[in-house]
């Protein structure tokens, strides 16, 4: 399961809109592969299997938060989990690129996805801890997510060649 992890953690992400919901999914996620642990058929795949239990989980979710307007349409969900590219190695690749990336930025960028990123933090609270306006947070964030992207898309790119 612990090798599986961060791969079922970034399918849960790709389908729920903030990061402490995914959190919250990926640890029911875990007991319910430890409660069925004897269904799964060894010599199949297994990342698939946690895969599949974590769409469960996340339509579980979606049951309980239905009424929030953060909610994905159900087939944008469906379309996402249909697609396989959450067992192959390039999500792998494209999540260490994302580490490596993330350790490239400096200290205050770094600091900055920390506070909006933790669990339950809003922008408007970090705002305020950092004493300027949420519209110069969500900039900022949106700098570095560009920053972000283009350092991802050049390790790739790196690893192809």
Not at 40 to 64: E, M, S
Not at 150 to 161: G, V
Request: glycine residues 2%; proline residues 2%; positive net charge.
């Amino acid at each position: 399961m612990t090798k599986y992890e961060r791969l079922v953690y970034g399918y849960i992400l790709s389908l729920v809109p903030n990061w402490s919901d995914a959190d919250e999914i990926l640890q029911e996620t875990n007991v319910r592969l430890w409660e069925e642990f004897d269904k799964f058929v060894v010599g199949t795949n297994f990342a698939a299997w946690a895969i599949r239990v974590a769409h469960f989980q996340v339509l579980t979710w979606r049951k309980q938060v239905s009424r929030s307007r953060l909610v994905f349409d159900q087939r944008v969900v469906d379309a996402l989990a249909e697609d396989p590219h959450w067992t192959d190695d390039a999500f792998e690749a494209r999540q260490q690129a994302l580490g490596d990336c993330v350790a490239e930025l400096p200290h205050h960028s770094r600091e900055l996805l920390r506070h909006c990123y933790a669990r339950g933090n809003k922008i408007k609270d970090v705002a305020l801890r950092l004493k300027r306006s949420p519209t110069a947070v969500y900039k900022a964030l949106e700098r570095i997510r560009l920053t972000l992207h283009s350092c991802i898309e050049r390790k790739l790119a790196q690893q192809t060649r």
